[in-house]
């Protein structure tokens, strides 16, 4: 199993401002994923992040509104940028196994005002 | 058609008794099928994975039909702890760069003393 450590864990921030989300995990893994869950949803795939590449982003999702960083393999940044209150949401990072299973950080929600 | 369509719920079942949750996929290449739980402002954790033989863990039973694509998770004398929503999740491959992994929408479950 892997141990993540999201932060921070909610914060309330004003349009137009950007919050920078980082994950910590206690492994190296290659891939990281970034999801949004918006209230009484379930999760969406923002990106995959690799080590020493760029991340992949999924259909609806850019690089621009969301930045993400990769500075090695235990640890990545996810960035909500220009806020507006749409994107008020809890954002979840997560690792997968060896054996496919998913392991997540304890997420972030967001209110933006 | 979502590719993982889950009944929504909520399910309010009292204590002790017998609930039964079916997912249904559409891809008929999806190749790995898990059950997560996710309690309430919390994140998903690894319920159970889903094999063809089927999987029983203690009171949770999860089968796998791929005849008709769907999943089932079976939760027998249920206990007010296991009151949470029930994420469905499809993985369409393992090595291919299209794999994707998908969740449902989750059920909703309320145990009732």
């Known amino acids: 199993s892997a141990v993540i450590s999201q932060k921070p864990s909610r914060d309330i921030c004003q349009r137009g401002t950007s919050l920078t989300i980082q994950c910590q995990v206690d492994?190296?893994?290659?891939?990281m994923f970034w999801y949004r869950q918006q209230p009484g949803q379930s999760l969406t795939l923002i990106a995959t992040a690799n080590q020493g590449s760029e991340a992949t982003y999924e259909s609806g999702f850019v690089i621009d509104k969301f930045p993400i960083s990769r500075p090695n393999l235990t640890f990545s940044t996810l960035t909500v940028s220009n806020m507006s209150p749409e994107d008020s949401s809890i954002y979840l990072c997560s690792v997968e196994d060896r054996r496919e299973k998913l392991f997540f950080g304890s997420g972030t929600q967001l209110s933006v005002l | 058609r979502k590719e993982v369509e889950q009944d929504p719920g909520p399910f309010n079942v009292p204590e002790g008794a017998t609930v039964a949750f079916n997912c249904t996929y559409s891809n008929s290449a999806s190749q790995s099928f898990f059950w997560y739980r996710q309690d309430c402002r919390k994140e998903p954790k690894l319920l159970m994975s889903v094999y063809s033989s089927g999987n029983e863990d203690g009171r949770f039973t999860a089968q796998l039909n791929r005849a008709s694509q769907y999943i089932s998770l079976l939760i027998r004398d249920s206990k007010l702890s296991d009151s949470a929503t029930y994420l469905c999740v499809v993985r369409t491959s393992w090595y291919s760069s299209a794999s994707k992994i998908i969740f449902g929408s989750g059920t909703r479950l309320s145990i009732r003393p």
């Open positions: 492994s190296q893994v290659t891939m």
